[in-house]
């Protein structure tokens, strides 16, 4: 099997070394995997400018030529995606299985967007007067630029320089710091398959905050992306109004996991395992909040025990694994303040709550707590760790206004079986996404974003594409 480890920067269809690098690590062992290239702003600028260089040849393509290109790099990542899927578990910790179904669920962006590339249409207006005409075309908006997060080193890249390509737009990435070598291997993949210079740029680098301010104040970047926290996302936006760029952004969430009455608790089980431990609980949709009706509170809580029982926690290369390690030692930090919080505040651990020693240092138990209350941490702050934390509500109002209790609005999660309460429960939780009976709901097709503060524009969909084109009303006047 080929090797996809690159340590460069990738500006203008160069790989690009510095003096200075960083150290990449494996969660599971500890071992170093590569040293990488560490760049600044200036090279940021350089690829901003190479984006820049790149963009009138590249928008000047056909749909058709940009779409085939784009299958290209699909099918590229589809006959490597074992070595891209050991790279990623490597480096970022999840179970190769897991790894590689983020492989073809990021290569799945791809494809939806090059066919996007080709539906992009524009419209007719009706006529205001019999001497003119006018329609609406669709145009790209220019050199993009993007801050990816380490738990989905591929996925979160695609996601955005897929329906940046599809639109005709150049685009450079800051790739998270954790993770970088998913990032550059799809570089490396573009590049083999023929996407032309320039057209993708990738600055790995440690100095975030200055890379960042030149994405976010380049005149030239006419759209900015990011995916990360609400407080980074906030200051970033307030940059980007400098130059009124258009901004879409991905930011933190709080997702409530409801249960009600009329529930089949099973299901609910299933749904709320797949939500919570998919990547060992890092992921900004995973159920933060499960809300669950005092009168089936016992017997979920007693499935849910007995489900918890049979998780696999292993490094990533074991056999049949569930999930791997948290990322770094902050993650294993961050959940066992908020368990200490907790159980300070009453709540109770009914199992888990330690780190695995047996296995590393950055292995931690599947966890359930009961009694949480919302004044609890953890019922406001991500927990970003495989730790369910369960709260009570009595009816279906009260479980509603619970759910909406939050700054966030990214993903939301009920289970019920009555139609009407699926109606009404559907039309008042304030998230942008939500999962009826569902715990895995991201899909290329779907649209991916949130509202209140996590978070403006969709990525995923028709409605992803949007995002980096401008919209240009024309008139044309002199008919007789």
């Known amino acids: 099997m080929r090797s ?39 090279m940021a ?136 070598l998913s990032a550059l291997a799809l570089a490396q993949l573009a590049s083999e398959v023929g996407i032309p210079d320039g057209v993708i740029n990738f600055v790995p680098t440690t100095q975030a ?15 900015f992306t990011f995916t990360g926290s609400t407080s980074v996302g906030k200051a970033l936006m307030e940059q980007c109004a400098q130059t009124m760029k258009k901004v879409s952004l991905e930011l933190g969430g709080n997702a409530p996991f409801i249960v009600f009455d009329d529930a089949d608790i099973e299901v609910a089980v299933r749904e709320l395992i797949a939500c919570k431990f998919r990547n060992a609980g890092q992921t900004c949709i995973s159920a933060n909040r499960v809300l669950v009706q005092e009168s089936v509170h016992d017997a979920f809580v007693e499935e849910l025990e007995k489900s918890l029982a049979t998780i696999k926690v292993a490094p990533g290369d074991a056999d049949e694994v569930d999930y791997g390690p948290l990322i770094n030692k902050d993650a294993i930090d961050k959940v066992e303040e908020l368990l200490k919080d907790a159980q300070q505040h009453g709540a109770k651990l009914v199992t888990g709550g330690k780190v695995l020693t047996e296995l590393g240092e950055l292995f931690y138990a599947p966890t359930l707590l009961t009694e949480v209350t919302q004044a609890m941490r953890i019922a406001q702050e991500e927990i970003f760790g495989p730790v369910i934390a369960v709260q009570t509500f009595t009816d279906e109002a009260q479980g509603i206004s619970r759910a909406n209790d939050t700054p966030f609005g990214l993903a939301g999660y009920f289970c019920a079986q009555d139609y009407t309460r699926i109606q009404r429960v559907s039309e008042q939780l304030e998230c942008g996404m939500l999962g ?43 008919f007789a």
């Not at 500890?30 to 600044?40: I, K």
Request: include cysteine; aromatic fraction near 8%; glycine fraction near 10%.
């Open 209 to 223: 905050k200055e890379v960042g301010e030149v994405f976010t104040q380049h005149p030239r970047v006419k759209k």
């Open 45 to 180: 600028e350089r690829a901003v400018e190479a984006a820049h260089k790149a963009l009138s040849h590249w928008r000047e393509k056909t749909p058709k030529q940009r779409a085939d290109l784009l299958r290209r790099w699909y099918q590229s990542m589809l006959d490597n995606k074992q070595a891209l899927g050991e790279l990623m578990s490597a480096e970022q910790g999840k179970p190769i299985a897991e790894a590689i179904g983020e492989i073809e669920y990021g290569a799945s962006f791809v494809d939806w967007f090059a066919g996007e590339a080709e539906r992009c249409y524009g419209d007719i207006l009706p006529t205001v007067s019999n001497d003119k005409r006018s329609w609406i075309i669709k145009q790209p908006v220019g050199v993009c630029a993007a801050i990816t997060p380490w738990n989905f080193p591929n996925a979160m890249i695609t996601r955005k320089v897929a329906p940046a390509l599809a639109a005709g737009c150049t685009i450079v990435v800051k790739p998270p710091q954790l993770t970088p």
């Open 436 to 478: 009826i009976n569902a715990g895995a709901i991201s899909h290329a097709y779907n649209a991916f974003g949130g509202v209140k503060e996590s978070g403006i524009g969709r990525e995923g969909s028709r409605y992803g594409l949007a995002e980096y084109q401008e919209t240009k009303n024309i008139t044309l006047g002199g």
């Open 4 to 42: 996809l480890v690159q340590t460069n920067a990738f500006i203008d269809g160069h790989w690009i070394p510095t003096d200075k690098r960083f150290v990449v690590t494996n969660p599971a062992t500890g071992e170093t995997l590569a040293e990488v290239a560490d760049g600044d702003a200036a």
